[in-house]
């Protein structure tokens, strides 16, 4: 488990498990595999991809924030059968679910909300919560009648407009102020309101991307798009405006990224930004 602080923010990295690894093409199906030759290093030891159910805690002062609610419960032949198990990874690092302030979504694709309720649906998992999510994401998904995005669209009814029911939704547009410290950054076209975060504390900075990027390959190659991006055209724009706020030294959170290596920085060599882990 890492831990991180931005002058007074801490930001810990948990995770609800990890994807079984597949072979790079599947996620990335308009990269080839000669153009990974120089990016072993985001792969495996076996060559494949791994994509971690990636979430973050944010404390500051008396506020305990959750980034992004991981895959859920979910049946593992659909999915794979990675360990669910953020409620345990967020006890795990010293919070209570009954301490957290604030839960946002960074999207609502269903990797990302799927600990939104209790196992049974019966209410929120974090009962003390206010649930922020894009208005932008959630037009589109109450109205997608898409039939290859049904894992999307039935995880936003049965994981996210509940949350409506429930009374502790909160929706927003644009470049919002969560808390002092703690800003939406609008970065669309993985999802048409997808959000990531600006922190900035005591002169230091950092950002949590949610999925600007899937893999650190990413941050050199910023034109590879991830086959769930709604809009790749617009998924690229975003992650290159974003690319030129990532200096080195800045804190980078990135979900997706493996588990114990997905809070960083970038090294710039030859005009070109590379991941490092911290």
Not at 127 to 149: G, L, V
Not at 253 to 265: P, Q
Request: aromatic share 10%.
């Amino acid at each position: 488990m890492i831990t991180v602080s931005i002058g007074e923010i801490e930001v810990t990295a948990v995770t609800d498990g990890e994807a079984p690894p597949v072979a790079p093409s599947w996620p990335f199906p308009n990269v080839s595999a000669a153009m990974w030759e120089n990016y072993h290093y985001a792969l495996d030891g076996q060559g494949l991809h791994k994509s971690n159910f990636g979430a973050f805690i944010i404390r500051i002062k008396n506020t305990v924030i959750l980034v992004d609610t991981g895959l859920g419960p979910h049946p593992p032949e659909k999915y794979g059968d990675p360990p669910s198990k953020l409620p345990e990874a967020i006890t795990g690092a010293g919070v209570s679910l009954e301490e957290v302030n604030m839960v946002f979504f960074t999207h609502l694709h269903f990797d990302h909300v799927g600990w939104a309720l209790t196992h049974d649906g019966s209410g929120p998992l974090f009962p003390n919560a206010r649930y922020i999510a894009s208005k932008t994401d959630w037009d589109y998904w109450k109205f997608c009648e898409d039939s290859s995005r049904l894992d999307h669209t039935n995880a936003f009814k049965n994981k996210i407009q509940p949350l409506d029911d429930f009374g502790v939704l909160e929706l927003i547009k644009g470049e919002t102020m969560l808390i002092s410290g703690v800003r939406t950054l609008p970065t669309p076209g993985h999802t048409p309101g997808h959000m990531s975060l600006s922190l900035e504390s005591k002169g230091a900075s950092g950002v949590v991307t949610g999925d600007v990027f899937h893999s650190s390959a990413q941050f050199t190659q910023p034109d590879w798009s991830h086959r769930a991006d709604v809009d790749p055209v617009k998924g690229r724009h975003s992650r290159k405006l974003l690319l030129e706020r990532l200096v080195p030294g800045i804190t980078i959170a990135a979900g997706h990224l493996e588990h114990g290596s997905n809070i960083g920085t970038v090294a710039i060599v030859e005009s070109k930004r590379y991941w490092q882990s911290f």
